[in-house]
């Protein structure tokens, strides 16, 4: 039998590193730029013909490429590369799992869709940072924001409540709120009396925790805390739309909240609700805009 040539491989120099990464996704990125700064020799590769791996957000054709790639390593096992006692490396077979179990390529009118360089399509959902999350100290110090491009967050919509299908722009900020054209007189009122509500409660937290007292806060009870976070709001009578801006918009929760049958794991409670509507609160104007995540 003939023997099979090896590929070729072009030679890198240096050809001896401290660390290989595959994969210039978000958690790969921040390991390569970190073990840089820290002196090392670091070897960073992507077996993708684009940067960031499933972190990457993709036009609509090469979304379409993207996902037959993904076929192919569904249905296609990897074999192993032939070794050849005549050259002094060894071929090392990555295994890469796929991002989905099963796909199905349908084969839609994209021209419906308008041009497909008017929008990007996120690998794995979208992906957003609020720019006080403790992981944007850690993309600052490790440098990672040197080879990661982010953009900001030029503005947040969600659908009406109350049987209205239109979008409406999030009203995040107390200027917001007043200069909304969405919300009644009413609701404006309902919204910053929850906004105060938060801020004098996250105050106790803060006076607790700097003179070590054990005392509960009086703003909002324990009993309140522990509840489903759409219970508390349902109980302050806001209406649903301002729920949805609340739950969806401004605490980022993941799944419907006014589903009866959600599990208690992913309902969110009280407390968990105020920690995220600070945390949204305390991003804004953090960070000049080349900086947003």
Do not use: W
């Amino acid at each position: 039998m003939a023997e099979v040539d090896s590929p070729f491989y072009p030679c890198i120099n240096p050809s001896s590193f401290d660390l290989i990464i595959i994969g210039t996704g978000l958690p790969e990125s921040i390991l390569a730029a970190a073990s840089a700064a820290a002196g090392k020799t670091v070897l960073h590769l992507d077996p993708n013909s684009f940067y960031g791996n499933y972190f990457s957000s993709l036009q609509l054709n090469e979304f379409t490429s993207f996902l037959q790639s993904q076929q192919d390593n569904i249905s296609h096992r990897m074999t192993e590369n032939p070794s050849s006692s005549d050259h002094n490396f060894i071929c090392v077979n990555l295994k890469h799992n796929s991002l989905f179990s099963h796909i199905d390529i349908s084969n839609p009118h994209s021209e419906d869709l308008g041009p497909s360089r008017k929008f990007s399509l996120d690998l794995s959902g979208p992906r957003l940072l609020f720019c006080a999350d403790l992981m944007v100290d850690v993309l600052l110090k490790s440098g990672a924001t040197h080879h990661i491009e982010f953009k900001g967050v030029d503005a947040s919509f969600v659908y009406g409540g109350d049987g209205d299908d239109e979008l409406m722009t999030v009203p995040d900020s107390r200027s917001a709120i007043f200069k909304s054209s969405i919300l009644t007189l009413k609701e404006k009122r309902q919204l910053m009396s929850l906004f105060k509500i938060v801020q004098e409660h996250l105050l106790e937290l803060d006076a607790m925790s700097a003179s070590n007292e054990v005392t509960r806060s009086r703003t909002i009870t324990d009993d309140d805390l522990e509840s489903p976070f759409i219970d508390f709001l349902t109980k302050k009578g806001l209406p649903s739309n301002i729920k949805s801006i609340i739950l969806y918009a401004i605490a980022m929760t993941d799944y419907d909240q006014e589903t009866p049958l959600l599990h208690e794991d992913l309902v969110m409670k009280t407390k968990d609700g105020i920690k995220s509507f600070a945390l949204h609160h305390m991003s804004l104007g953090r960070l000049p805009l080349q900086y947003h995540l």
